[in-house]
């Protein structure tokens, strides 16, 4: 038997306030992809016999605001969220996505 899902489409599809399922399967996409990188940088979040997953409320909401993200840069027009058709580059989820690496605990590279 395996251990229940620590983050769903169905979360990441309220929190977007999108319909659920998507005939495209990009949320489960998103989220999938999350999902996996997630559980991978954060490996010692794994315990129990079995070993389970098991975030906290701050990893498991930054997971949440990853997967909306990626979900949502592909409607851009450039396919990449905050990025117009002007000449000029602003990243505007820049800070936002500083906030979600924070609340996911992910570490930063060390040259060792």
């Known amino acids: 038997m395996s251990a ?5 489409p169905q979360e990441v ?3 977007l306030d999108v319909p659920y399922p998507d005939e495209a399967g990009r949320i489960d ?8 990188a997630v559980e991978h940088r954060r490996s010692d979040l794994l315990t129990g016999d079995p070993p ?3 975030p906290g409320g701050d990893v498991h909401a930054g997971a949440i605001m990853w997967a909306a993200q ?3 840069s592909r409607n851009a027009p450039s396919g ?3 990025y117009g058709d002007e000449t000029t580059l602003y990243d ?3 800070p936002r996505r ?3 690496m924070r609340l996911l605990g992910w570490r930063r590279p060390v040259i060792g």
């Open 52 to 54: 389970a997953f098991t």
């Open 29 to 36: 996409l998103c989220t999938e992809a999350v999902r996996v």
């Open 13 to 15: 599809a309220t929190y």
């Open 4 to 8: 229940p899902a620590w983050i769903t």
């Open 70 to 72: 990626v979900f949502q």
């Open 92 to 94: 505007a989820l820049g």
């Open 98 to 100: 500083a906030e979600i």
């Open 80 to 82: 990449y969220a905050g």
